[in-house]
């Protein structure tokens, strides 16, 4: 079946755009996360959802980024006001549950670029 | 919170010899170990798992090895071919499913 899937694959932006990337999960599948990956660097947890609820947010490193599900599907990471930091990889990946050890499918990522 | 320690970062072997990554980890409550590979521009791809009741698991020329004591896990990768030459990450989930990365072991495998 289908695999995960993420829009736009490369993005590049000017410093203090706002940006919109979004992830379409494995077709049943209830949770729902998202990555980033700078270059060099491993994957660091921003956000996971089960369902349309966001247990955890610990990880977006600021207020200018936010992120929702609807219908228990689709995702979009915003990211308002971007730097040159943002730039990196956003992974988006997807799981049957939200379960400790439920395998995380992943999706093949956007490219963010700020200039 | 949880925190994985990856090494080597980088790994050179040549074409038939052996490769072992290993990674230790902090929180004693994770129970969950997989291991990604992921090529040059492409996405993470679950390779191998492993799950605190099991001290090893393997498939064809992989296999995972968990010390639970010690809190460290290994990646064996025996026969290594041109092919296996990426990027492995190991990770580490607790409670409620988020994973923490190593920072990744490049593999370089020479004909």
């Known amino acids: 079946g289908a695999g995960v899937s993420q829009s736009p694959s490369n993005k590049v932006t000017e410093k203090g755009k706002d940006v919109e990337l979004r992830c379409d999960p494995i077709?049943?599948?209830?949770?729902l996360y998202w990555y980033r990956q700078s270059l060099g660097q491993g994957l660091e947890f921003l956000i996971y959802?089960?369902?349309?609820?966001?247990?955890?947010k610990s990880g977006l490193p600021s207020d200018r980024f936010s992120a929702e599900r609807t219908g228990g599907s689709v995702s979009t990471l915003t990211i308002q006001r971007t730097q040159q930091e943002d730039s990196a990889v956003y992974l988006c990946?997807?799981?049957?549950?939200?379960?400790?050890?439920?395998?995380?499918?992943f999706g093949p990522g956007t490219r963010l670029t700020v200039l | 919170g949880e925190n994985v320690e990856q090494h080597p970062s980088t790994l050179s072997v040549q074409e038939g010899d052996s490769a072992v990554i290993k990674c230790t980890y902090s929180?004693?409550?994770?129970?969950?170990f997989p291991w990604y590979k992921q090529e040059l521009g492409k996405r993470p791809q679950l390779i191998i798992d492993?799950?605190?009741?099991?001290g090893e698991k393997k498939d064809q020329r992989i296999a995972v090895t968990l010390n639970k004591t010690a809190k460290h896990f290994s990646l064996h990768i025996t026969e290594t071919q041109p092919e296996d030459s990426a990027v492995y990450f190991c990770?580490?989930?607790?409670?409620?499913?988020?994973?923490?990365f190593g920072k990744g072991t490049m593999l370089l495998v020479s004909p």
């Open positions: 990946a997807s799981s049957l549950v939200a379960a400790s050890t439920d395998t995380q499918y």
């Open positions: 077709s049943g599948h209830t949770a």
């Open positions: 959802f089960q369902g349309n609820s966001a247990p955890d």
């Open positions: 929180d004693s409550a994770s129970n969950y």
């Open positions: 492993i799950r605190s009741n099991v």
């Open positions: 990770a580490a989930s607790t409670g409620y499913s988020t994973l923490t």
